[in-house]
């Protein structure tokens, strides 16, 4: 079962580029995380997403920032018009569906990252 | 909403030695769990110990065990016989399981970066 995988691993952008980065969950993974690591900094969460659904995007910035995970192929971390400070590694992170009303435990299983360097 | 705080930036111990990583954190939530990760230099987030808040038993994976001091907020990491191995950086984690707008995401401290010298 391979695990999370991510591409590209290193993306560099222009000021003003779109980056898209990808996210590929574990095989019978139905739920998807993002998170940003700036420089020297721990993760900070972005978004919660389920297939065809954003649960929670309370950690995305509010302009230029967006997320999708669709009914088949992978979750998509879309950054338009990037500027110096998107630089940073972003993770994904996914686990297997939640049971609801039961307090109950689902590891997030992390990829390597994508690290993304704007110029 | 949650926070958490790891106040040792950086923490170096010798080969064989044991050290103790700290953690403090805060929330209203009253079911949790509290995590350690580790961060080698190839970034990868690798899970070391997982602790449920409503067990009083303090968890343990082989090298790796962890002091929960539920009232204190206190979730501290200590790792005996330290390898070269173990040289990364540390998070401690937060997640809530008792449901909410904040369930099931990590928050995560700012990160203590352990050197084991030879």
């Excluded at chain 1, 095989?27 to 065809?52: C, N, T």
């Amino acid at each position: 079962n391979a695990g999370v995988m991510q591409n590209p691993r290193h993306l560099v952008r222009r000021r003003g580029q779109e980056a898209r980065l990808r996210c590929s969950p574990m095989k019978g993974h139905s739920h998807v995380y993002w998170y940003r690591q700036l420089p020297e900094e721990g993760l900070k969460f972005m978004v919660y997403l389920q297939k065809e659904n954003i649960i929670d995007e309370s950690g995305m910035p509010k302009e230029r920032f967006s997320a999708e995970f669709p009914k088949e192929g992978p979750s998509i971390l879309r950054i338009q018009q990037v500027v110096r400070g998107d630089s940073a590694a972003y993770f994904c992170a996914s686990s297997p569906r939640i049971l609801a009303g039961v307090e109950t435990y689902n590891e997030q299983f992390f990829g390597p990252g994508t690290r993304l360097t704007v110029l | 909403a949650q926070t958490v705080t790891q106040s040792q930036p950086e923490m170096s111990v010798q080969e064989a030695e044991t050290v103790t990583l700290s953690c403090t954190y805060d929330t209203s939530e009253s079911n949790y769990y509290l995590f350690w990760y580790k961060q080698p230099p190839s970034r990868q987030m690798i899970l070391v110990i997982r602790q449920e808040a409503y067990k009083q038993q303090n968890a343990t994976e082989n090298r790796f065990s962890v002091n929960f001091q539920k009232a204190a907020k206190s979730f501290s990491l200590k790792i005996s016989d330290s390898q070269l191995g173990d040289t990364a950086m540390y998070f401690c984690a937060f997640m809530n399981v008792g449901g909410g707008t904040s369930y099931g995401k990590l928050t995560f401290g700012q990160g203590t970066i352990l050197t084991v010298h030879p």
